[in-house]
């Protein structure tokens, strides 16, 4: 793909957008790195800290840390809303010419955003972080990462990057666009994509988790595969009429056949050599049954988003907010 790129000066200011949930363990290692990197960006820097319901001590860190600091933000929500919420809130309050959305626990290095900054100014509008490299993680975790990257590519978008989170750089006219996109079941990978413009990777080695356990158990996993599919294509619908098809096929195919058996004995008067016939009843039951349950589920899925949406409820409600300059509003 060849992108018309125009050059660029640095963002005069860059957001960096950081959700924490029960990140205490990791904070104090973050509050190092990012230290070290602020000093050294070319940028003013505004650090918006999400507070996604932490039950332990994180909020308490976060607003000690910028009641010292004024670069340093933080939203905190009224409860768990979940990494992807989390982050939208953090979207829309960023002022920055150009926003970084990164981990609390230092599994995307800071310093990645010297090079995203560099794609930046050769024009580029979106960065993301593709990995080279998962060390820390279980062989588990990486073969369902390695299933989820490809199953999404083709349910969500074809260019959807693979290998890659949502540690990224988004230019501010991208980040309008997408904090446009007001929809519940948020991937935002996937909205990023569908949005295009010009981007472009930049290779990084994800490091262990600093300290902590990780926020995305496999529920949560599922959960967000689910919301990627669901939210962003009709495929499982397809697969559902697809289903219907084979095995109405099928159910043709065995009443064909019993047409041939009854055939050959009544007609024919030949003798029945094996007819025990409740093991196919039991089988096409089960097979018809389940595929209708199936496709009964998978219209449930996007019955509920519907029935989500057209509630029109706000995304995500902020409890309190610390460090913004007083009366200022999220853009959105
Ligand atoms: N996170 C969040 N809300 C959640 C789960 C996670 O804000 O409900 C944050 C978490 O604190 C971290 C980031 O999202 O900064 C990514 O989570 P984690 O590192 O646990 O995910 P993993 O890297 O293991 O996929
Ligand atoms: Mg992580």
């Known amino acids: 793909m060849h992108y018309y790129l125009i050059p660029r000066k640095n963002p005069k200011l860059l957001s960096i957008i950081i959700p924490c949930y029960n990140e205490e363990s990791s904070l104090p290692f973050l509050k190092e790195r990012l230290n070290e990197l602020i000093k050294i960006l070319p940028t003013k820097v505004e650090v918006i800290f ?123 006219r991208c980040l309008d666009a997408l904090n446009g996109l007001r929809e519940n079941h948020r991937f935002l990978r996937g909205m990023n994509a569908w949005i295009g413009f010009p981007q472009t990777p930049v290779f990084y080695k994800r490091d262990p988790r600093v300290a902590g356990e990780t926020k995305y158990p496999l529920r949560k996993m599922l959960k967000l595969a689910m919301n990627a599919a669901v939210s962003f294509s009709p495929l499982p619908l397809r697969f559902s009429l697809g289903l219907g098809i084979i095995v109405a096929l099928i159910g043709f195919g065995v009443g064909v056949y019993a047409l041939f058996r009854a055939f050959q004995h009544f007609i024919l008067e030949m003798p029945i050599v094996y007819n025990p016939g409740w093991a196919t009843i039991v089988t096409l039951i089960c097979l018809i049954g389940g595929s209708i349950l199936i496709s009964i589920g998978i219209l449930g899925e996007y019955i509920a988003r519907i029935f989500e949406e057209s509630k029109g409820r706000p995304l995500y409600v902020v409890e309190f907010v610390n460090g913004f300059s007083i009366g200022e509003k999220p853009r959105k």
């Open 50 to 172: 999400v507070n996604d319901g932490s039950t332990d001590q994180t909020i308490f860190q976060l607003v000690s840390w910028s009641n010292s600091d004024p670069q340093i933000q933080v939203i905190s929500l009224s409860r768990n809303f979940g990494h992807q919420l989390a982050v939208t809130a953090g979207m829309d309050y960023a002022k920055g010419d150009a926003v970084v959305v990164m981990d609390a626990d230092l599994q995307d290095p800071p310093e990645v955003i010297l090079e995203m900054l560099a794609k930046y100014r050769e024009g580029y509008d979106v960065v993301y972080g593709q990995r080279l490299a998962r060390s820390g993680e279980s062989f588990f975790k990486k073969t369902t990462a390695w299933a989820f990257y490809r199953l999404m590519k083709i349910l969500v978008h074809k260019d959807l990057p693979l290998d890659s989170g949502d540690f990224r750089l988004i230019s501010r």
